[in-house]
């Protein structure tokens, strides 16, 4: 059940850019007390614009009812799709081909319409009928709008909330000895604790390494106990490493497996959350790598 709710969904944007959840996560957003406040202003601001034109057709109490209805029924479907998304990935091993989350936005907004016209039309006449179907594109259009404005300015400040769901459920990990026992630094990998890697004429524990950045001609390689910088070239240095050792998620950077500790988003743009709470750029070319390297390597 843990390896199900990790499986990552693949998401795109309305924009097209990748959406980094898993279905833990998107389950964790009900749990944010953000995400409830933007639900509700977008359920007051349709029942006060009335995109279905109901309000002139309807009682009152009753055209409040069933937009409340309407709303959670969607937030519900939506949450099942999802949910049945993810199975489908886990069962298959497979996290392409990437969804269109607006996809999933239409076929919830199908059988809700299709639940509030039924319902409407049994309480008030079938007059109400040809009034949603004429107005359907314009309401879908609105509740696009909607998420989009939410996986574009509320998703990134909630999403971290989530994937700390996730950290919590992990195993806790090893005790450090006293030597590695500083702030922001994880013990080093036993496999690669004894390995070298030439920085330029400098030998260096791999171990000891917890990210290096090119920088010109440069490298700046930053370690549990100081830094170095050495005139050499990242490309020379990666190719001395294995592909458990770590991953170059920019061309400028590399970081070693030990120092990883998820794929995540900073101001909408995908980076590398480490160990020691930084974090570095993730290039979009190198995005499915980076996360297939993850999920391989690290979860």
Known sequence: MHDFLRTNLNLRATTLEPIDLSIRQFLALFEHRLTWIYLGFVLVILLVSDPSHLFASVPLGLYAIAWVAAFILYICVHAAIML?????????????????????????????????????????????????????????????????????????????????????????????????????????????????????????????????????????????????????????????????????????????RHSVRELGRDAGKPVLRLTDESVIPVARGRLETVRHWIATHVL
């Open 84 to 256: 049945g998304l993810a199975a489908l990935r886990y069962l298959s091993g497979r996290t392409e081909p990437a969804i269109y989350w607006p996809v999933v936005s239409l076929l919830a907004f199908a059988p809700t319409l299709v639940a509030m016209e039924t319902s409407l039309s049994w309480a008030a006449g079938d007059a109400l009928r040809p009034l949603l179907l004429k107005r359907i594109w314009y309401v879908a259009v609105t509740v696009i709008m909607f998420e989009t404005i939410f996986t574009r300015f509320v998703l990134p400040r909630v999403a971290p909330s989530a994937t700390t769901t996730d950290r919590a459920a992990a195993p806790a990990p090893a005790p450090q000895n006293a030597a590695s026992a500083e702030p922001g630094f994880a013990e080093p990998a036993p496999d690669s604790e004894d390995r070298k890697i030439h920085i330029g004429s400098q030998p260096i524990s791999l171990g000891e390494v917890s990210v290096i950045e090119a920088r010109e001609h440069h490298v700046h390689v930053r370690m549990h106990h100081g830094t170095l910088s050495q005139r050499a070239r990242l490309s020379d240095i990666v190719a001395q490493t294995r592909d458990e050792d770590g991953i170059q998620p920019h061309r400028s950077w590399w970081v070693p």
